[in-house]
């Protein structure tokens, strides 16, 4: 039973940083009136039925450019790895080819014998 919440509770700190953008909603949801009352910029103009929707905004921007500066912090200080392989590696011995030639038995054309198996299995003739 410790095991299963420890477990739960190292996967919820885990996953916090995916609710980061929520937590700006459900603060939003719940404070609504006093956001809309004290911190929204168009609390004087109340024909736009703002209700506070500007702030939220605001807060979700900032987080996502947070978001954004954190992830390209990240990926400069990330170590850059070089794959280094010398060209000798890549390089191809094509000495055997030149051996196979000059045997006397290597020919491109068919041999002259023939199996039984050949003589049954090939393509309909037609």
Request: glycine residues 0%.
């Amino acid at each position: 039973m410790v095991k299963q919440v420890t477990a739960l509770f190292l996967l919820f700190l885990l996953n916090i940083p995916l609710f980061s953008r929520w937590s700006f909603v459900v603060y939003y949801q719940v404070n609504k009136s006093y956001i809309a009352s004290n911190l929204c910029e168009n609390r004087d103009k109340p024909k736009m039925n703002c209700n506070g929707k500007c702030f939220l905004a605001k807060k979700l921007k900032a987080a996502e450019e947070k978001e954004k500066k954190a992830t390209s912090e990240k990926l400069e200080k990330m170590p850059e790895i070089t794959l280094f392989c010398p060209q000798s590696f890549f390089k191809l011995d094509y000495s055997f080819i030149e051996q196979l030639q000059t045997l006397h038995e290597f020919s491109y054309f068919e041999r002259p014998y023939r199996s039984f198996l050949t003589n049954i299995f090939h393509p309909p003739r037609f």
